[in-house]
């Protein structure tokens, strides 16, 4: 997908196919490969996309922070998590919000 894109494309489009390849590099344990591609589509995000809401789940600091756990950051991944739960939060969206909760870090039940 990330291939199909150019710097002129959507930013909905780019933040998705970075995300998705994030993903596929986390699934095959290119963990530092997959940190650049989340932090991509983090940067590319908006979170009044209705094309990105359209998509579902894309929600860049909550796998952000999962990738952060596997390096070795515990508190960049808490910060993460916080700032997705926000997102989650201010937007009204429990699919993103069961979505980031699926991952919190275990035992991290107070995020405050």
């Known amino acids: ?19 998705i ?12 490969e997959a940190r650049a591609h989340f932090e991509s589509a983090s ?6 996309s209705p094309e990105l809401s359209a998509l579902g789940t894309i929600v860049p600091p909550a796998v952000a922070a999962h990738n952060a756990m596997m390096l070795g950051f515990p508190d960049r991944a808490r910060r993460l998590i916080r700032e997705a ?15 980031t909760l699926f991952f919190r870090l275990p035992g991290q039940h107070d995020l405050e």
């Open 21 to 32: 390849r994030g993903l596929a590099c986390q699934t095959r344990a290119k963990i530092e």
């Open 1 to 19: 997908m990330l291939r199909l894109t150019n710097p002129s494309s959507p930013r909905w489009l780019l933040c998705a196919a970075h995300y």
């Open 43 to 48: 940067s590319y995000f908006e979170e009044d």
């Open 85 to 99: 739960l926000q997102m989650a939060e201010r937007r009204g969206n429990s699919m993103h919000m069961g979505y």
